[in-house]
């Protein structure tokens, strides 16, 4: 079974500008979260999708939003992008999500750089 | 590949010996566990879960204790091989939420 796919790997982008992730999960996995990690943060939670619907929300503002679409990709949105925002987002996939207890199946990320 | 962190805590061990990774978890509420290894350029790796129904839990190679008293969770690699070297990272859940709270991980190296 194929596992979580994200695109791009790589991404340079300016401030201001706004960008798209987009996440492939496992085949049959309805539940996707996003994570941030940046060295002095760590990995934090942005949010979580669940039969196309966000189920939770961590403590990020506005500008970082998501979607999840009927073949349970998602894509998160990070407009206004400030330099602050540099960073590897991750995506996760469960069968069920967190609420199962079942574990998450990490991307590989994306590596976003904003200059 | 990626920084994961540029100021962890670094456990240095020899080849062959045993390893033991720390972690103070935050809420006591807090139900469901999670050992996560993550390798430069990759995301990361489910090692082993725990609930919090239980103080003990083992896997390949691998042992999870936890002690709900001191909100204390460690992870026991037996026979440390080259490939162990990785940032581990602890996570936890609070109660009945859908989110998981990760620690700031322990990179750990392997001396041969």
């Known amino acids: 079974k194929a596992g979580v796919t994200q695109t791009p790997r790589y991404l340079i982008k300016t401030r201001g500008q706004q960008v798209t992730l987009s996440c492939s999960p496992i085949s049959g996995h309805r539940s996707v979260s996003w994570y941030q990690q940046t060295p002095g943060q760590g990995l934090q939670f942005l949010f979580e999708y669940f039969s196309e619907t966000q189920r939770n929300k961590g403590n990020f503002p506005g500008r970082f939003s998501g979607r999840q679409f009927s073949n349970s990709r998602s894509e998160m949105n990070v407009s206004t992008l400030e330099l602050g925002d540099s960073a590897l987002y991750l995506c996760a996939s469960s069968p069920q999500g967190l609420a199962g207890g079942y574990e998450q199946y990490f991307g590989p990320g994306t590596r976003l750089t904003v200059t | 590949g990626e920084s994961v962190g540029l100021h962890l805590p670094t456990l240095s061990v020899q080849e062959g010996d045993n390893s033991i990774i720390n972690c103070a978890y935050s809420n006591s509420a807090s139900d469901y566990f999670i050992w996560y290894k993550q390798e430069s350029g990759k995301g990361p790796q489910f090692i082993i879960d725990?609930?919090?129904?239980?103080d003990k839990r083992q896997g390949q190679r691998v042992t999870v204790l936890l002690n709900k008293t001191v909100k204390h969770l460690s992870l026991q690699i037996a026979a440390t091989q080259p490939g162990d070297s990785a940032v581990y990272f602890c996570a936890e859940r609070y109660q009945g939420a859908q989110k998981l709270v990760f620690g700031q991980g322990t990179r750990l190296t392997i001396n041969p």
């Open positions: 725990i609930r919090s129904n239980m």
